[in-house]
């Protein structure tokens, strides 16, 4: 077969149609590269040059294989452009699972900016439970995941702290206290709560709990709902308060009030943390993180 290299010499002599200009584009002496041309024509078995003292044109086969030669070098540049973005994870496919209610409020805006920056990846995304994520984290099936924190069980995955989110207070419309804009944790000792089950979110469960614990009560949790829309739909038909991200007013879901929570400490939060496998080499995940950082900062 072919060499590329002989492939770029005879577009080059094809587009010249003189040897002299032709060895002169390439930076090389002229009797080298008739060699070239001729061993060319020897591999292929057809003249592809039609040779004079006072002209040089192609043949049929020569105007042919130059159309072909030029499409070889064209993809052969793509291919290589190609592999030097996504060896940058500035092209390829990244596999995210995020907690849904973190794409209410950070992540249109990472989205925005990483779909800037990197056009050309392609995002699969899926929204999941923390532990569900984790899961899909060690069994390969996701490449990078947006959990609740703090993450209990690891496992040797690599976490990074992304943004505190603040609480707020999920009440139904006719509660006494839905006519307020703010209320102190310890008002809501001897409520009735919609909570979040510990098996599907660890990190969540916790920082509920030890909000409530620092405020000098145990939450008595009469409901539990694995997703927070399903949370204030239990909210919304009475059956209890729950503690749940401030983000979720984006919802405006009817019978539904959120407060703001206003104990005198600093403001009641969890975590947003991002995590992944350290022996996962897509270059994607890196790209990612550095602009959901960037991102949360602002």
Known sequence: ?????????????????????????????????????????STLGTRLLDRSR????????????????????????????????????????LRLSFVPSAALDL???????????????????????????????????????????????AGGLQLVRLKAQPF????????????RERVRLRELAAESFVGFPSAEGAGFAAAVLSVCQEAGFLPRVVQEAS??????????GGLGVALVPASMARLHMEDVVLLEIADRRPPRTYELVLAYAPGNDNPVIQAFVSIAL?????
């Open 54 to 93: 006072h002209h040089v044109r192609l043949t049929p086969a020569g105007v042919a294989f130059h159309k072909d030669a030029v499409r070889l070098l064209q993809l052969a540049a793509m291919a290589a452009d190609r592999a030097r973005r996504t060896g940058l994870g500035q092209e390829g496919t």
């Open 294 to 298: 960037r991102t949360a900062r602002r």
């Open 1 to 41: 077969m072919f060499e590329f290299r002989q492939l770029r010499q005879y577009v080059v002599v094809a587009e010249e149609l003189n040897f002299r200009r032709a060895a002169q584009r390439l930076h090389m002496s002229q009797p080298p590269l008739s060699v070239a041309m001729q061993n060319l024509e």
């Open 168 to 179: 707020a207070l999920a009440v139904p419309a006719s509660h006494p206290l839905a006519g």
């Open 227 to 236: 997703q927070m829309q399903a949370i204030l739909t239990l909210v919304a």
């Open 107 to 153: 992540l249109p805006g990472v989205f925005k900016r990483f779909r800037h920056d990197y056009p050309t990846v392609h995002l699969q995304l899926t929204a999941e439970t923390t532990t569900r994520q984790l899961e899909g984290l060690r069994s390969g099936e996701i490449d990078l995941a947006l959990v609740v924190g703090p993450v209990f069980d």
